[in-house]
């Protein structure tokens, strides 16, 4: 268990909604970040929050958005749902933002758009 | 612009042989170096790391890893594999100036008994 929670773990939906993950980094971690995994594109990153504020962006589709709230928890939304989105979110959470840590990773969401 | 290969989608390898999981990258700058397994309906998790220093770094699980800066690679090794080895490991890169992760395409290992 690498102390990273990530709410809901299984999410099925219809094009065109809206759906929000949620990530709890472990205990005393101020960085998060979002990465989707998928059969065709691996893994992706597509943004890192630190405490608080923005820190890098990924791939990250215009359509999706995220943010981390002053509990540390972080929260990804994805809108205007389409089949391609269907896929493995992974939220990961590092003691800081320097770039030799490593990156502890939650258990993820699963989402699949019907 | 940072790039990491792990040329090999699948490694095959008895049980009780050594193995290697291939890694090269590419990063303007030092690179920071990771190898993360992730086991099936999980989360990756973090097996060891190069920054600086001794070019041969050891992890968990009995895994080490040769830095080579001239071929630019970052080979994942065990001398002697085991069944729960099975699994599907991935390099990640990221340049000492750089502000994002690299992940490469992952390399499944199967351990036959």
Redesign the interface.
Same mark, same amino acid.
């Given at each position: 268990d690498s102390g990273v929670t990530q709410t809901p773990k299984h999410l099925i939906t219809a094009t065109g909604q809206r759906v929000t993950l949620r990530c709890s980094p472990r205990s005393g971690d101020l960085s998060v970040y979002w990465y989707q995994q998928s059969l065709d594109q691996g893994l992706q990153f597509l943004i890192q929050y630190y405490n608080g504020e923005e820190r890098a962006k990924g791939n990250i589709l215009e359509r999706f958005s995220a943010q981390q709230f002053p509990d540390l928890h972080s929260e990804l939304n994805l809108s205007s749902l389409e089949l391609g989105d269907s896929a493995l979110y992974f939220c990961a959470s590092s003691v800081e933002e320097a770039r030799q840590r490593e990156q502890f990773f939650g258990p993820g969401t699963r989402l699949t758009v019907l | 612009a940072q790039s990491v290969a792990q040329p090999e989608d699948q490694v095959n390898v008895a049980e009780g042989n050594p193995l290697t999981v291939k890694c090269t990258y590419s990063v303007s700058g030092n690179p920071?170096l990771?190898w993360?397994v992730q086991y099936p309906?999980? @989360?990756?998790?973090?097996l060891l790391?190069y %920054?600086t220093g001794d070019n041969l770094v050891k992890g968990s699980y009995g895994f080490e890893a040769e830095f080579n800066k001239s071929q630019t690679s970052f080979h994942l090794k065990k001398p002697s594999a085991l069944v729960s080895d099975s699994a599907l490991y991935?390099c990640a890169v990221? @340049?000492?100036s750089?502000?994002?992760? %690299?992940?490469?395409? @992952?390399t499944r290992l199967s351990i036959r008994p």
């Open positions: - | 920071y990771f993360y309906n999980r @989360g990756l998790q973090f790391k %920054i991935f990221r @340049g000492s750089a502000s994002k992760i %690299i992940f490469g395409s @992952g």
